[in-house]
């Protein structure tokens, strides 16, 4: 089993839809949740953190459930520029190093 | 541009031959990863220094492949006697080691492809 697990998509919609993407991680001990959003033959970017109260930046809306290990983002009124890979990714208690999952590609259609 | 630079972007070399790629962090960064991304894959951890001292090393990284920070700034990674199986992006990133500053600034990457 995978440490992190995403559902690989690929999500097709169009602008303006409202599109989730969960995750789910194997380590309990994990310590920090981030977003990473990676374009085609581009490197990864933080696109945002996901605390355990949950948080928002602007269209983006990130969750966390501790106790059900799962991590979600939210796009609301999606662009054709969010089109992208999203990667899903821990930071165990003791590692300095990022897991990541396989990501899920999102593609927004005029 | 003060980002993370990798050199070369790109490396085409035939099997069994060694190859080096280099990494500049982020001025100041202490931290430095090594990461490998393969189609369709999440970056995958390969090594990670503070300063000049490699603290970790994954499974993935095998007797062929080695990796420098000799004055704790630039980073050199190694593979010897290339396989196909190594062709992949190898992705370097820093990040500054301080409490509460965890993002991890990635750089272009060097994409490997080994005939």
């Known amino acids: 089993r995978k440490e992190v697990e995403q559902d690989p998509g690929p999500f097709n919609v169009p602008e303006g839809a409202t599109v989730a993407f969960n995750c789910t991680y194997s380590?309990?001990?994990?310590?920090?949740f981030f977003w990473y959003r990676q374009d085609c033959r581009k490197e990864p970017k933080l696109l945002m953190s996901v605390y355990s109260s949950g948080n928002e930046d602007g269209r983006f809306t990130a969750q966390l459930n501790r106790a059900s290990q799962y991590i979600s983002l939210l796009i609301r009124d999606s662009k054709l520029s969010d089109s992208a890979t999203y990667l899903c990714?821990?930071?165990?208690?003791?590692?300095?190093?990022?897991?990541f999952g396989s990501g899920t590609q999102l593609t927004v259609l005029p | 541009d003060t980002g993370v630079s990798q050199d070369p972007r790109h490396k085409i070399t035939k099997r069994g031959q060694n190859v080096t790629f280099r990494c500049d962090p982020i001025s100041e960064h202490n931290r430095l990863y090594w990461y490998r991304q393969t189609l369709g894959q999440g970056p995958e951890f390969l090594t990670y220094f503070q300063n000049e001292a490699q603290l970790e090393k994954s499974r993935l990284l095998s007797d062929r492949f080695s990796a420098e920070r000799p004055k704790g700034s630039f980073s050199t990674l190694e593979i010897q006697r290339t396989e196909q199986g190594d062709s992949a992006m190898y992705l370097c990133a820093s990040t500054p080691g301080l409490a509460g500053k965890n993002e991890q600034f990635f750089g272009p990457g060097t994409r490997l492809t080994v005939l």
């Open positions: 990714v821990v930071k165990g208690g003791s590692a300095r190093q990022l897991t």
């Open positions: 380590n309990s001990a994990s310590q920090s």
